[in-house]
């Protein structure tokens, strides 16, 4: 059977097993996702790349613990999940040994710097404020309302799975991404009242 042809559970029970074929198989499969994910928590897609790289690494060496009835997908979310936010954690550690200014909120990442075709500089200017002021708002929450509004709001997942992600009750998880919300509708509610 080709490493295209497994099912994630064949290919984990492979990589388990020591093939390092099937293991590339559920690197390729889930690298895309932990990426976006990696982004979403960080901010910058360097920071992202470490994400996916640390994750990846974790769960090679942690294989052996995975317990097979449960889902691989969700178990390496939660690994990327925890490694963003000691990425998070240790960088606001080095900025406040600094002390020197954190990132320049003006400073775009590369992905924010293409300009749209055809879009005027107007156009390009409000775009660009309307990512900081997100982006500073998203930097106001705490690590596990971050977490759960990325999972829920960009990932699409289900409130299961954030708990499970997460190590959160479902009522937990549902008050955590609720919190969020409300602190970024607080956060970006000037933003709005700008716009009409």
Request: glycine share 6%; hydrophobic share 40%; aromatic share 6%.
């Amino acid at each position: 059977m080709s490493r295209m042809e497994w099912t994630e559970q064949q290919a984990v029970a492979q990589a388990r097993g020591g093939d390092p074929e099937a293991f590339r198989a559920l690197v390729e499969r889930h690298s895309r996702s932990l990426f976006r994910l990696g982004y979403r928590m960080t901010g910058n897609e360097h920071d992202a790349e470490e994400v996916v790289q640390e994750t990846l690494l974790r769960a090679y060496r942690r294989l052996g613990r995975f317990e097979q009835r449960a889902n691989f997908g969700t178990w390496l979310y939660r690994i990327a999940v925890n490694c963003a936010l000691d990425l998070r954690r240790a960088k606001k550690r080095e900025e406040s040994r600094r002390e020197a200014p954190g990132p320049d909120p003006e400073a775009e990442s590369s992905l924010d710097s293409i300009p749209a075709a055809g879009a005027s500089p107007e156009r390009l200017a409000i775009s660009s404020e309307i990512r900081r002021e997100v982006s500073l708002a998203m930097d106001r929450l705490t690590d596990a309302e971050r977490a759960a509004f990325v999972l829920r709001h960009f990932e699409g997942h289900s409130i299961e799975e954030i708990g499970a992600t997460l190590g959160l009750a479902a009522s937990a998880t549902k008050n955590t991404i609720f919190r969020a919300v409300q602190k970024l509708r607080g956060s970006l509610a000037p933003l709005a009242s700008a716009a009409r």
